[in-house]
């Protein structure tokens, strides 16, 4: 029997404890069975042995099929010839007593084909962990989780160093993570490192806002995410393959405050007043009121937000969780780029979940990004056993610090806080992180009418804002309809003083003028009470100057037509009426309205207009 | 027999349309521009009364259509555009006749159409 551990193979790596204690027994397959010198069993000829090793030759290819009789030296050269071809691989992880080549040939020939028969082969992949046995594995779990979430350096070092602990108080201090329970802030954050639940709630405390916001990147647009926003398509090979993430092409991930952003996404317009040119704003963990709210926010340039490591985190979660589905192929660095839209994509699509109920497009190059919803929607698929992914990374690290913690002296109440992710994913699933307590008795009477006030209260404010925004519509239509009549008032007041101008010249035989004032050359035209005219050119007048005076004349004259044309009727129907003829009034009335009078006016009116259009021919006949 | 004379020099001017067009090169001063759109239109009919302006085209309609119309000859290209003018403002003379007499008409009484 092989000591418990590792080993690893080009094709497969999995935890043989897991394998034993999990996968073997739920598929029904008994255990390899091992000896304790397996080379000089093999040279002594067992022949289940034997037969094991030719089967699994066989399966992989080294030894031909149906094969009746296969001798010993052929064996060996098969193996040898394995051996041969699986140079790369590195015998790093294997623990077993004896580093024999048909021990570990079968070790990994067996799980080659327990991967093929089960069919799990995506469920046994897991990534490399750290070496059980070692005395830092806690600082290498913790640089891992660090790596995981872009918090660290990166490097999978062995002990802990100032920087790291330095980093983690820091990381602690902005998450706003306390000593609590007999754990250390630092021990909090790492124990939430490695539970994309506690670590979502912890963000979200803290930021208060399920709501993520992406700037967009305008040197995707073609392929980018907000071209994309509006459709359902799923992402393709091609798209993957040829818009593969950069370092320098990822797109920034902000964060702002969820209430202000649904504001946003209602109005686009403000997002420009609310983020500045190219700022941000973002809240503290309490939610106080408006005005002390503004008092304490801080603000952020978007240079400065790019840089911040919430930004990594929080969708760092959301890859995590879009890996573990199988649907985020790329590494879960917390850079948003056309992997994790792509996959988002994808899982929405196959959820059926419209892209604009969770990801809208903003002014400025912004999006905004449901993220609590979307969270709703992952965490029931983790739970459906038949598309449950076990062995995952963030898994398999918790199973290893639950061995491993078990018998260490100061982490017992780390194993114990890991009891609470159930309740904390539960919590998270009733769409609220508020916990509600219940009382009984006394206090159960008096919290029911704090209840009851407090629908009360909500109701009311629904009402009072149905009716704020019923008032203001109505004020807005008023508005409206005020500004129309004010402005047609005025052109009809432009028209009189029109007609008034003209009869004026006509009248007192005033000459008018066009230029003059303001240019040396100008054009005068005299009208007699009796049509006859005098026009006067200067030397050098612009044709455009003539044009514009004949225009002038032609309104005039268009705007006295029209004005004494009315005030000949109006007058007419006030003789009417200050004769108490009311019956003679409104019949003159219905001929003005019916008759040639109305389609007479209609006509001077729209040629009244024709004299404001922008393309005039520069001398107008009548 | 005075009266008479202007009875009938009246009566042959309404019945009768005059257009003249013309053009020329005053010089108006600084204090032709000063006082006002009044003093300007005043003090420019006076320079032009006074100073010799050339005669571009002239129209002289009856009242029953005859018409006679004069055009200086060897046009340039800008006094072209002053026959032109002209012709929008013999235009501009009938409309305001045919409106008077339309508002006269009307305020008589008298059927418009």
């Given at each position: 029997m092989p000591p418990e551990g590792q080993f690893e193979s080009d094709a497969v790596e999995v935890s043989w404890g897991r394998l034993r204690n999990e996968v073997m027994p739920r598929m029904g397959v008994d255990e390899p069975a091992w000896t304790e010198e397996p080379e000089t069993a093999y040279r002594r000829g067992d022949p289940a042995e034997r037969e094991i090793l030719i089967q699994h030759l066989t399966d992989l290819g080294y030894l031909p099929e149906g094969a009746s009789s296969v001798s010993d030296s052929t064996i060996r050269d098969?193996?040898?010839?394995?051996?041969?071809?699986?140079?790369?691989?590195?015998?790093?992880?294997?623990?077993?007593?004896?580093?024999?080549?048909?021990?570990?040939?079968?070790?990994?020939?067996?799980?080659?084909?327990?991967?093929?028969?089960?069919?799990?082969?995506?469920?046994?992949?897991?990534?490399?962990?750290?070496?059980?046995?070692?005395?830092?594995?806690?600082?290498?779990?913790?640089?891992?989780?660090?790596?995981?979430?872009?918090?660290?350096?990166?490097?999978?070092?062995?002990?802990?160093?100032?920087?790291?602990?330095?980093?983690?108080?820091?990381?602690?201090?902005?998450?706003?993570i306390k000593?609590?329970?007999?754990?250390?802030?630092?021990?909090?954050?790492?124990?939430?490192?490695?539970?994309?639940t506690e670590l979502t709630s912890s963000l979200m405390r803290r930021y208060g806002t399920w709501v993520f916001v992406f700037r967009h990147n305008p040197a995707l647009l073609s392929n980018s995410v907000a071209m994309r926003m509006d459709t359902l398509e799923k992402p393709n090979k091609h798209f993957i393959q040829l818009h593969q993430p950069t370092r320098e092409t990822y797109e920034r991930l902000f964060i702002s405050s969820g209430r202000h952003m649904r504001k946003i996404a209602s109005k686009e317009a403000r997002v420009r007043n609310l983020f500045g040119a190219d700022g941000f704003r973002y809240y503290g963990a309490a939610k106080p009121l408006k005005w002390i709210r503004r008092a304490i926010e801080t603000r952020m340039t978007a240079e400065e937000a790019s840089e911040h490591f919430i930004n990594r985190l929080g969708l760092g979660i959301l890859q995590l969780r879009l890996w573990a589905l199988g649907y985020y192929k790329g590494e879960v660095d917390g850079a948003w780029g056309p992997l994790s839209f792509a996959a988002l994509q994808h899982f929405l699509a196959d959820e059926k979940v419209e892209v604009k109920k969770l990801v809208r497009a903003l002014a400025g190059g912004y999006i905004a990004l449901n993220l609590r919803y979307l969270f709703k929607r992952i965490l029931p698929k983790l739970e459906e056993p038949a598309r449950a992914v076990a062995i995952t990374d963030l898994n398999q690290l918790q199973e290893e610090v639950y061995a491993r913690l078990e018998d260490s002296d100061g982490f017992d109440s780390v194993q114990q806080s890991y009891a609470l992710m159930d309740r904390d994913e539960q919590l998270l699933m009733s769409n609220t992180t508020r916990r509600r307590r219940r009382y009984h008795g006394r206090r159960g009477i008096f919290a029911a009418i704090g209840r009851f006030f407090k629908r009360v209260s909500r109701s009311l404010r629904k009402a009072a804002n149905a009716i704020l925004k019923g008032i203001k519509s109505l004020v807005s239509s008023a508005l409206h309809v005020f500004r129309h009549f004010a402005q047609n008032i005025r052109k009809g007041i432009r028209v009189i003083g029109l007609a008034v101008k003209r009869f004026n010249f006509w009248l007192l035989k005033k000459p008018f003028i066009s230029g003059g004032e303001i240019e040396p050359h100008f054009a005068l035209s005299r009208?007699?009470?009796?049509?006859?005219?005098?026009?006067y050119v200067q030397d050098g007048t612009s044709t455009q100057l003539i044009s514009r005076h004949h225009r002038s004349i032609r309104r005039m004259n268009l705007a006295f037509a029209i004005v004494s044309r009315l005030a000949v009727k109006a007058i007419n129907v006030m003789v009417l009426a200050v004769t108490y003829n009311w019956f003679r009034v409104a019949w003159t009335l219905v001929k003005l309205l019916t008759g040639g009078f109305w389609k007479e006016l209609k006509v001077l009116i729209r040629r009244y207009r024709e004299t404001f259009a922008v393309e005039q021919p520069v001398l107008v006949s009548a | 027999m005075a009266w008479f004379d202007k009875i009938k020099d009246a009566i042959k001017d309404t019945t009768t349309l005059d257009v003249v067009t013309t053009n020329g090169s005053i010089q108006l001063t600084s204090e032709d521009m000063q006082g006002g759109w009044e003093n300007i239109a005043n003090s420019v009919s006076e320079k032009i009364k006074a100073s010799n302006v050339n005669v571009v085209a002239y129209t002289h309609s009856q009242w029953d259509a005859d018409t006679f119309m004069f055009v200086?000859?060897?046009l340039s290209e800008a006094e072209q555009k002053l026959v032109e003018s002209h012709a929008a403002v013999v235009d501009a003379s009938h409309a305001t006749r045919r409106e008077a007499v339309k508002l006269v008409k009307d305020f008589v009484g008298l059927k418009v159409d």
């Open positions: 098969a193996v040898l010839k394995w051996r041969e071809e699986n140079q790369s691989f590195t015998p790093s992880y294997l623990r077993f007593n004896t580093m024999s080549t048909c021990r570990e040939f079968l070790a990994s020939g067996e799980m080659q084909r327990l991967a093929a028969q089960v069919g799990l082969e995506n469920e046994l992949q897991v990534h490399r962990l750290p070496a059980p046995g070692e005395r830092s594995l806690l600082a290498r779990v913790v640089h891992f989780r660090m790596k995981v979430f872009n918090l660290g350096t990166g490097t999978l070092a062995s002990g802990f160093t100032d920087e790291l602990s330095d980093r983690l108080r820091e990381v602690a201090d902005q998450l706003k000593d609590q329970e007999g754990l250390s802030a630092e021990l909090n954050l790492v124990q939430q490192l490695g539970d994309v009208f007699d009470w009796d049509g006859d005219a005098f026009h | 200086k000859e060897n």
